[in-house]
């Protein structure tokens, strides 16, 4: 799962931004990576962490969901729970 992080040289808030939960929606993909060459040189305070793709298996398929189980409604899921949840 890739992973982008971007740290100011000052402390301050971290956001967390995340995009293709559901595999099949794709803007947010792209709004992260746009989002990551905008920060580029700019003075950050704190953090910023985008995950572009969430669902892995989904975004590969080209489908909503991967095994059945929508993610949105699946978390914060359990340990030994099934794919979605883990």
Same mark, same amino acid.
């Given at each position: ?17 995340? +995009? @293709? =939960?559901? !595999?099949?929606?794709?803007?947010? $993909? ?6 990551? *060459? #905008?920060?580029? %040189?700019?003075?950050?305070? +704190? @953090? =910023?962490? !985008?995950?572009?793709?969430?669902? $892995? ?6 489908? *909503? #969901?991967?095994? %059945?189980?929508?993610?949105?409604? @699946?978390?914060? !899921? ?9």
């Amino acid at each position: 799962m890739p992973v982008m992080v971007a740290r100011g040289r000052q402390d301050g808030p971290v956001v967390g931004v995340t +995009g @293709a =939960v559901h !595999g099949n929606e794709l803007n947010g $993909v792209r709004v992260i990576h746009q989002l990551f *060459r #905008d920060i580029g %040189g700019r003075e950050l305070r +704190g @953090a =910023v962490v !985008g995950v572009p793709i969430v669902n $892995v298996h989904g975004f590969v398929r080209h489908q *909503r #969901d991967c095994d %059945g189980t929508d993610i949105n409604r @699946a978390m914060p !899921g359990r340990e030994n729970g099934p794919t979605p949840e883990v």
